[in-house]
């Protein structure tokens, strides 16, 4: 297959999670002469491809081959590989099997290498996560197969493809309080405490706020209040009780103590409770590694363009990689229609960005 008939093969599988689809399997006959390891885990399927060319560094590409569900009112079947005005339409043309089809078919082209060269693939990224990539670092760190960087080829760029690349993520900490207060007749206001008279006047000073002033590679973290709910849905009843959600994307420079202190200062006084979730913690990849001059290398010399480094958007499987103290990098096609209807990416950016990780496995010594 050439990469513009794989990458349609792949949209064309319906792999919604966490369905593969059945393209782990393929990718497993496709990359023939490669070692295959399985973790499938609770119905979700894992595989790890890897081949030792000699006793150098090992580089791993990984990512996901499921998407969300399709949806409804686009403009073409969301799995059929419709290719209209030098655009490729269907569910994961961006969210990423682009970036799949990209680094498979460079990786199948590979004859030489001065290391190990491999592939991890989940279907369970657009999930709950919680039986994908997680599962196959722990087989990999058991049994010393850990990759020395990583390359997840999730949609990283913005205006023009190679203006971006992903050093780092935004933790991502979730919020729930329960504000106590006293049922009552609407008409008795004085005889009830409505927790959402207590509320009201302090969210001016919450909403939005940004909890440090961030730094050169990330945006400071907000409080985002989500959602906030009362009451029995009539009008003469004030509730007893009101529930707030909220998150913060936070940086290195903000941690749960630092939320839960500005919690507590913005409702001093009130009987609530508050618990703290952290989805994931914030991370950057060092500038100076070779993975990222590597890359920044292969970007430009294929594109043109010198990416900028950005720690911007929300979580990917790169979270579990980097705490194993592992350079991780995300690259990949633009970033504007995923998840949306009629999701659609160019055969130019695809064609390359499998340029790029070609020019990436040949310059890695």
């Given at each position: ?14 792999s ?5 689809g059945?393209l782990?399997d ?19 399927k ?7 060319f ?9 990512g ?23 655009f490729?339409?269907g569910?994961g ?13 460079a990786?199948k082209e ?39 960087a990583?390359?997840v080829?999730?949609?990283t ?36 405490i ?16 940004d909890?440090?002033?961030?730094d ?5 973290s ?47 006084g ?6 703290l ?6 991370f ?17 010399k ?17 979270r579990f ?5 592992i ?24 064609e390359?960005l ?10 890695w010594?």
């Amino acid at each position: 297959m050439k990469i513009i008939e794989l990458f349609k093969f792949m949209i064309e599988a319906k792999s919604e999670t966490p369905d593969d689809g059945g393209l782990l399997d393929f990718i497993e006959s496709y990359l023939d002469g490669y070692k295959v390891v399985r973790v499938d885990v609770e119905g979700v399927k894992n595989i790890f491809i890897y081949k030792k060319f000699g006793d150098g560094e090992h580089l791993c590409f990984a990512g996901h081959v499921d998407v969300v569900p399709a949806g409804k009112n686009w403009e073409s079947d969301p799995y059929k590989a419709v290719e209209k005005d030098g655009f490729i339409y269907g569910r994961g043309a961006q969210d990423m099997k682009s970036g799949v089809a990209a680094f498979v078919q460079a990786v199948k082209e590979t004859d030489l290498f001065d290391g190990t060269l491999s592939i991890l693939l989940t279907s369970d990224e657009e999930g709950e996560a919680t039986y994908g990539t997680v599962e196959v670092l722990k087989y990999l760190q058991n049994n010393s197969l850990l990759p020395d960087a990583v390359v997840v080829a999730e949609p990283t760029c913005e205006e023009i493809f190679g203006d971006a690349i992903k050093v780092g993520r935004r933790g991502s900490i979730n919020g729930y309080i329960t504000l106590k207060g006293k049922q009552g007749h609407a008409a008795y206001p004085e005889k009830s405490i409505n927790p959402i008279s207590l509320i009201a006047p302090r969210l001016l000073n919450m909403v939005g706020v940004d909890l440090d002033n961030g730094d050169e590679f990330f945006s400071p973290s907000k409080f985002v209040i989500t959602d906030i709910r009362a009451g029995m849905q009539v009008t003469n009843v004030t509730p007893d009780e009101l529930s707030m959600m909220f998150n913060v994307r936070n940086t290195t420079l903000t941690t749960q103590k630092e939320v839960r202190e500005f919690v507590e200062k913005n409702l001093e006084g009130l009987e609530y409770e508050l618990r703290l979730t952290q989805g994931s913690y914030p991370f950057r990849t060092d500038t100076d590694t070779k993975l990222v001059k590597n890359i920044d290398a292969s970007i430009e010399k294929v594109t043109g363009v010198r990416p900028k480094h950005s720690t911007a958007g929300g979580t990917s499987d790169a979270r579990f990689i980097a705490p194993l103290g592992i350079p991780v990098i995300e690259f990949g096609v633009k970033n504007d229609t995923i998840h949306s209807t009629n999701e659609r990416t160019s055969i130019k950016e695809v064609e390359e960005l499998y340029e790029v990780f070609k020019n990436l496995i040949k310059m890695w010594k």
